[in-house]
């Protein structure tokens, strides 16, 4: 052993040398989240307000309680907020149509929030009927079909409506999350020929059919009656496929690309970061917010270090913004910085 340490020559490359000290690792650390990289997501509900099950921490507001705490995030830095709605049961039907009643909870929201915060807020809307359908189907199903079909072409019009009553309460981005064929060319045009040439499209243009939105669906009460989202959404087992989608959303006209669920889709965030010029957006989904809040509650790690491990994660593999459910908790908290 002796002689065997003698004979060893020193390494010549001594990476350690650059993580000595804390300065030096902040001189050359590559990733960094800063406010303007987070999106927060936010439930609106045309209902009572509380907490939503399975998510500590995370509410359903109405539209004057959702002000309220927009106005906290401002004051957090965070600068971008990402709006879904939620209906009663008795509001849902077949094809949805409460989801573009001017009168809903996210067009309230969005001519609230943008009369009282003017252009400082980026108001980004979810577009997808799941939360307003009875079926729970994020499109219409096929009458004709014997077994269960989500009928592509017949949504469109649909979810065009839906971001157009968005862009008449105010919104600056809508987000379709309905994996229909064709929907960021379709609403393109409605939104152009309606004079709305000016609102942005950030397109969910990959969502895997991903058991990590469990929490959501509970939240948002859109978890399908029957079937499941395997049909539209994609097979986890596809990383290809990934840039076929990201390309065609690209050339409909999508203004920034999304990939969802992000912790377990690193490596398709880092590979439309190489493909694409637009804006790549990362989605971290309920299950993974659920995840660190149910690990964290038993002591099993510590919160403010695995939140911040998990976004930075995220921005490392190429993502340009992050969309997180811990988005505020982790400003206010100084686990960032
Ligand atoms: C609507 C939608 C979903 C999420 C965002 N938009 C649910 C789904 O597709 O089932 C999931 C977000 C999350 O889990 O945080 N289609």
Known sequence: MTALLERTPAPLVRPRRSRATAAVREMVAEAFIAPRHLIAPYFVTAGAAGEVPGMPGVRRHTADGLLRELERSL???????????????????????????AAGPV??????????????????????LCGYTDHGHCGLPSKAASRLVIDNDSTLPHLAAM????????????????????????????????????????SYAVKYASAFYGPFREAAGSAPGEGDRRSYQMDPRNRREARLEAKLDAAEGADLLMVKPALAYLDIISDLRAASDLPVVAYSVSGEYAMLKAAAAVGALDEAAAVRETLLSMRRAGADLVISYHAAEALRAGWLS
């Open 75 to 101: 004051e957090l830095g965070l600068r971008a907020a990402l709006l879904f709605g939620v209906v009663p049961a008795e509001e849902k039907s077949y094809a949805g149509e409460a989801a573009h009643d």
């Open 107 to 128: 067009p309230s929201a969005l001519r609230l929030a943008r009369q009282a915060f003017g252009d400082d807020l980026v108001l980004i809307t979810d577009v997808c």
């Open 163 to 202: 971001a157009l009553a968005h862009a008449e309460a105010g919104a600056d981005i809508v987000a379709p999350s309905d994996m229909m064929d064709g929907r960021v060319s379709w609403l393109r045009g409605a939104l152009d020929d309606a004079g709305h040439g000016g609102v942005g499209i950030l």
